[in-house]
């Protein structure tokens, strides 16, 4: 681990020395997504974690929520989020903020990827997948029902 500054550079998307990984392996609830861990626990004096998800067209990430909250930043393309009981329209360098316990769901339906930087804490709890009657008590709007993908 260090603790010096550094500036990893960019080339299309992709970041010199950073790996390119799965979206994650624990669920198959996603599409054509995958991300970059930009900046994490290898550097001790930051208590967040900086990602990169990129989501091809047609794609979208798990239906989620959790206890942390956290912000993104659309840096590629646009789409949709599912937030809570809304839909809303993404295009690049809107950002958001996704509070505590807010279901929510990235899809790149707009013929195009949709990428976006993502910062959470550190130390943070898992995503739980919304089970049946959650979805039922916290969306009611037909339109995010029939959006969403479990």
Sequence with gaps: MNNRSKVIKADQYSWDGVERK???TDTENFKNIH???LLSDDIPA???ETRYFEIQSGGYS???LHRHP???VIIRGSGTLVLENKLHQLNIHDVIFIAPETIH?????NNEPLGFICIVDRYRDRPAIPDDKTIQEKITSPEVLEKIRK
């Design 62 to 64: 798990s239906l989620e």
């Design 22 to 24: 799965e979206y994650k």
């Design 105 to 109: 769901q990235f899809h790149a339906d």
């Design 46 to 48: 930051l208590n967040s």
């Design 35 to 37: 991300r970059y861990t």
């Design 70 to 72: 956290h912000s993104v």
